[in-house]
């Protein structure tokens, strides 16, 4: 069966520090690796990682997968009280279908 | 530049009451359509997509059903809710795959729904 693990699930940091965010696979048919962002509604798109060791940068995130050892990380670094967020992992498999992971919520106290 | 929209905001409704939400895009043609289900504190689990009119490929066993009567429409229904339906509905959309391309997917804002 498909599965995206994503750890921890819960992690609370003070404004400034640098969060690392971690997601591993297995998927049968892996196409790609997505990370979104979802505050109280919709999740927003963050990157999609087709290619393993090149990392995608916006601003203060960046990601980077490893599609050897299955697993991509979401940095984030001098954090902001706007990143407190539910960051989600999630991989194209097959026909463009996404399996999620449960989740990672991120709190950042000022 | 493409929306999605996704209509009603909340719902509630009694056990073995229908239901049904619709969510339209706007600013593209052709698009794959995505229905989740997010239960509290849970990932998101695909439970419909549709690659085109009047197809729908279901991903979960379950009291719900999809429907795509327009290209850029799609209806969830279900004839009785249950208990367990409850969650957050999120409808998704992508552009259409070509043969090597894999496209990111985007959501539109939400139907939660409480069934009591």
């Known amino acids: 069966e498909d599965k995206v693990v994503q750890s921890p699930l819960s992690l609370v940091v003070h404004e400034g520090d640098t969060v690392t965010l971690n997601c591993s696979y297995e998927v049968t048919n892996f196409r790609s690796l997505l990370w979104y962002k979802q505050e109280k509604k919709a999740p927003t798109f963050l990157f999609m990682l087709?290619?393993?060791?090149i990392e995608k940068k916006s601003g203060r995130l960046s990601s980077i997968l490893d599609k050897k050892e299955l697993f991509s990380i979401l940095n984030i670094t001098a954090t902001q009280t706007g990143d407190s967020a539910v960051y989600l992992c999630?991989?194209?498999?097959?026909?463009?279908?996404?399996?999620f992971g449960q989740g990672t919520r991120l709190t950042i106290n000022p | 530049s493409q929306t999605i929209h996704q209509w009603p905001a909340t719902l509630v409704q009694p056990v073995g009451s229908p239901l049904s939400l619709e969510c339209t895009v706007e600013?593209?043609?052709?698009?794959?359509l995505y229905w989740y289900r997010q239960a509290a504190g849970r990932g998101l689990q695909l439970l419909f997509y549709?690659?085109?009119?009047?197809?729908i490929s279901s991903e979960v066993p379950q009291n719900l059903s999809a429907s795509r009567p327009q290209d850029r429409q799609f209806i969830l229904s279900s004839k009785k809710l249950l208990l367990s339906d409850s969650g957050f509905y999120l409808c998704a959309w992508s552009v259409t795959r070509y043969s090597g391309t894999y496209n990111e997917q985007f959501f539109g804002p939400g139907t939660r729904l409480t069934v009591l």
């Open positions: 999630a991989v194209i498999e097959g026909a463009q279908k996404l399996v």
């Open positions: 087709t290619s393993s060791g």
């Open positions: 549709s690659v085109g009119i009047g197809q």
């Open positions: 600013g593209t043609s052709n698009p794959n």
